[in-house]
């Protein structure tokens, strides 16, 4: 069953517990899908739809940090939901030991050794990770073992 399918199977089953919370968030990731598919001209295919979800995710967390700041609690136990609601979705998240290995392999592969090194080793490393490892981690970690 595709991504899409699922979200479309479990927006029904969350219709009909009236489950308001999950019902709206599952719609709203759905209009997000059907929006780069409309700006793009092509139907998304699993890959695309995860990198869907994960903007969907950044975004939410985004303003959660600016709900946290401001003191609003209501928000960010909403987007919290949310989030919790989306992640299911997406692949299984590397591990930070699991991307430093990783990352090992790539500086010894391309002869990495300064922090200077890092534009030929990040999209190198981003190529093996791809929707299974956030960005900053990787980044962090990539620093890490470069200086």
Not at 17 to 29: A, H, W
Not at 70 to 83: M, N
Request: hydrophobic content about 35%; cysteine-free.
């Amino acid at each position: 069953m595709s991504l899409k399918a699922q979200i479309t199977d479990d927006l029904k089953a969350a219709m009909k517990n009236k489950d308001t919370q999950r019902r709206n968030t599952l719609r709203s990731l759905q209009s997000a899908i059907k929006q780069v598919e409309i700006d793009t001209q092509t139907e998304l295919d699993d890959a695309g739809i995860i990198k869907v979800l994960k903007g969907e995710i950044k975004r939410r967390q985004e303003s959660l940090d600016a709900y946290q700041e401001g003191g609003r609690e209501d928000e960010v136990a909403t987007l919290r939901q949310e989030i919790a609601i989306i992640e299911p979705y997406l692949p299984e998240q590397m591990s930070r030991g699991q991307i430093e290995q990783i990352v090992q392999k790539v500086i010894d592969e391309v002869g990495a050794t300064s922090p200077k090194d890092m534009g030929k080793v990040m999209p190198e490393v981003m190529k093996k990770v791809q929707g299974q490892a956030d960005g900053k981690l990787v980044n962090e970690v990539v620093r890490e073992l470069l200086s």
